[in-house]
């Protein structure tokens, strides 16, 4: 999944052009604002480029932990400080028109340009962390050694930070650069036409453009494919069982252990899949791991993001209106009545992403369970309705050799993915809980119906300011 710092840098540079397009906001471009702004980004990346690795070689020195996990805290922060200022900046001042002002406007080039220093930033903060996930790594993996278990080489720091740029690259960068592209030369050879035609033969594109993606992600991320053999075996009865279709598997050529879903729809969607994940664990934890992405895709998850998501970002566009209209009767400013609640909405927006994303980690992490406990069922004589202990005790170690491997401590809490303990103990729970009437099935099935209605409430508004000749297609 891509890194929630990347798009809030991208969501930070569309959203600040798109509300300047709307509104006809006049925005004085400024070429410092951006070298103030680069600079900040530069700054960042330098700190961290200093502090890091000298906590690393502090909690060497001292043999401490704490210091490990207080500079792996230190970078999360930092990573903080190089994409929300600039995506503040870049919302109220245009950051794509400011830097048009700078190199005029190109196709595809201001945007890429713009977006430049907090994505290099995060590349330097990828590089400079690497010693601390390094010595966290060796300290985790000791505990494996002595239990016997091979151990995969580790990435080097160039192969970890390599690693981290494709897949900022592949995701979503790629697929958002070629849809902006898109829609910049549609509507420099479009302009004269009809608006309607205009309009549909963009939205055409991008829906051609979003089919075509996972194909694009999957060789950017130097993928190949798996098209026989005991995993391509395995992963397609697994998909069977749970009923979780997928196109293809592919070997991810990436350092970490990792395995994750590519594509929505059926006949392109992929599993992707590490050789140190492969190598690294044994047969049924990375059983469990499989089965963890494929209950992605039976419950549909990428879809509802992008559905919940759509359904905040219009609440908030109505919100914003409603206030600014009623600052505007009450002789009040609108645009900072708009700002005030773009501010506090957006803030709330990236809580509740953060928020559903744990939620439906923690659904695949059940449905997993729960797949894996069946068939611990079938051989051993158990209750087919209930959830069988092996499956949620085979998931949790299979996330604890997760982190092993990648030199990430468990109390180690993620924004989109909250910490392994948080999901171990959610985990340790399910035995015995009835498979129809989970608990975390019943959450997610709150969140789709809140979207749904949402989305049926404000669309049917839609369809209605269209037919009344308020809204204009």
């Not at 969501?11 to 103030?36: I, K």
């Not at 992008?306 to 609440?315: E, G, H, N, W």
Request: charged residues 15%; proline residues 5%.
């Amino acid at each position: 999944m891509p890194s929630i710092h990347v798009l809030i840098v991208v969501v930070g540079l569309l959203l600040g052009r798109d509300l300047t397009r709307q509104h006809a906001r006049v925005v004085e471009a400024e070429p410092w604002q951006f070298l103030l702004v680069a600079g900040w980004s530069g700054l960042v990346g330098l700190v961290a480029m200093v502090v890091l690795p000298a906590c690393a070689r502090l909690a060497v020195g001292r043999g401490s932990a704490r210091t490990l996990d207080r500079g792996l805290a230190m970078a999360s922060a930092l990573r903080w400080l190089a994409v929300l200022p600039f995506a503040l900046w870049a919302v109220m001042a245009d950051g794509v028109g400011v830097v048009a002002s700078l190199i005029g406007s190109w196709i595809g080039l201001d945007e890429a340009v713009a977006a430049a220093p907090p994505l290099l930033a995060l590349l330097a903060i990828a590089w400079a962390e690497h010693p601390l996930h390094d010595r966290m790594r060796q300290a985790m993996l000791m505990r494996h050694l002595d239990q016997g278990v091979a151990i995969e080489r580790p990435p080097t720091r160039w192969e970890a930070t390599i690693a981290r740029a494709r897949t900022m690259l592949a995701m979503p960068l790629l697929p958002v650069f070629l849809i902006v592209c898109w829609h910049e030369t549609s509507a420099l050879f479009l302009s004269g036409g009809p608006g309607w035609l205009g309009r549909t033969i963009d939205l055409a594109g991008t829906i051609a453009l979003i089919a075509m993606a996972p194909a694009l992600i999957v060789r950017v991320l130097g993928t190949r494919a798996l098209r026989d053999g005991p995993l391509h075996a395995r992963v397609m009865q697994l998909g069977l069982a749970m009923r979780a279709r997928i196109s293809g598997i592919r070997l991810w050529a990436n350092p970490s252990a990792n395995a994750a879903i590519l594509g929505l729809l059926p006949g392109a969607r992929y599993m992707l899949v590490t050789e140190p994940l492969l190598g690294g664990m044994p047969g049924h934890e990375v059983d469990a791991v499989l089965a963890h992405e494929l209950a992605h895709v039976r419950q549909h998850h990428v879809l509802w993001i992008v559905l919940s998501l759509l359904a905040l970002i219009v609440l908030l566009s109505v919100a914003q209106v409603g206030f600014e209209t009623a600052a505007t009767a009450f002789g009040l400013s609108a645009s900072l009545a708009g700002g005030v609640v773009f501010a506090f909405g957006g803030g709330m927006a990236v809580l509740a992403f953060g928020a559903i994303s744990r939620l439906f980690e923690r659904q695949a992490d059940a449905h997993a369970a729960v797949a894996i406990g069946l068939e611990y069922a079938r051989a051993q004589g158990g209750d087919p309705q209930t959830v069988h202990p092996g499956g949620p005790a085979c998931m949790a170690a299979a996330l604890d050799r997760v982190c092993a491997l990648n030199g990430i401590h468990p109390d180690r809490w993620g924004f989109r993915h909250g910490s392994v303990r948080q999901r171990q103990r959610a985990l340790a729970a399910l035995p015995g809980q009835r498979i129809d009437a989970l608990p975390v099935d019943r959450s997610s099935r709150m969140i789709r119906r809140a979207t749904v209605l949402i989305l049926l409430v404000l669309g049917g508004l839609l369809l209605l300011g269209i037919g009344q000749g308020w809204i204009r297609w």
